[in-house]
Structures are given as structure tokens and as C-alpha cells.
């Protein structure tokens, strides 16, 4: 997907980096642990849904990692559906295609809406690269440019 991209966005070739880590360390805290990493540079990707009219609804929500994805009230809206909720562990791995703990928004099937908070747009961000075993680095600018991606002001609120 990073070479397709790099075929219509030059940046990608020289701003977007790939890391090898121990599968283990996926999960942002663990990772930011082991690493010293700073948390506000991490940006999750959860996926989540809800019906309308018999129809599934379905984005990811990409947000820091200092925050929390609104999905009681702001995604609720932008999907425009009665209850949002996080996709289970399972239909996420099954919907996506990739491995819990890794997963990216880069390469989701097209039925996602890919919803950035526009935090995440600004500096860089450390993503889920579709697999435990690496992360991806890019600058958040960039990740806002790639296709079907919709910057959204307030996606997430602040934790604590």
C-alpha cells in the first residue's frame, strides 16, 4: 500500500518510516513503555459501527493516544445512526484484515470511513501498520492527505 501511495504522494518515499518491533509491544502503552516513546505522539485507529435502517455504518476513528474516540456522541452523528459502539475484537480482525494491535487505517476495505481527529493531522503520528510486528511513522499532514481520509474537528475528547 506505502509503494501505491508513493506513486501519487512524493513525501512518502522520504517522510514516511516503517519500524520493526517486538509484537509483544504493540499496544500503545506497552510500546510507549518499553521505548520511552511520548504518548502524544501515538495515534490509535478503533473501529466502530452502528445500523440505520437495517444498514451497517462503519468507520475507523483515528485518534492521539492522549485522548478517547467520541463515539457516544460525535461519531454517533457523523454515522448518523440511534448507538455506536467499538466493533468486537474479532469482526474488527475479520472486517479489516489485519491484526488486533496493529491495526492502521492505511489499506481498509472502502466500506470504512476513515475519520481523522484533526489532532492527529498536526506533528507527527506513530500508527498501527496492519500487523504487531511494525509501526508506521509519518507526518500527520500526510496521513490527512491519504485517500477517503475526513479530518474532523473534536473526534476525541481529552483524557483526564
Known sequence: MLRMWTQTEPRVAHEVLVAR???DLA???ALTD???LDLAVSANCVLVGGRRDGEERVAAAVVRA?????????IKRLLDVRKASFLSTDVAV?????????????????????LLDAR????EALIGSGVRASKILLPGDLLAAWPRVEVVAGLAVEVG
Open 34 to 36: 518499553a521505548y520511552g
Open 66 to 74: 492522549t485522548t478517547r474516540a467520541d463515539v457516544n456522541s460525535r
Open 94 to 114: 475479520a472486517e479489516s484484515g489485519m491484526e488486533y494491535g496493529g491495526i492502521t487505517p492505511l489499506g481498509l476495505p472502502d466500506r470504512f470511513r476513515v
Open 21 to 23: 518491533i517486538d509484537p
Open 120 to 123: 492527529v493531522a498536526q506533528g
Open 27 to 29: 499496544d500503545t502503552q
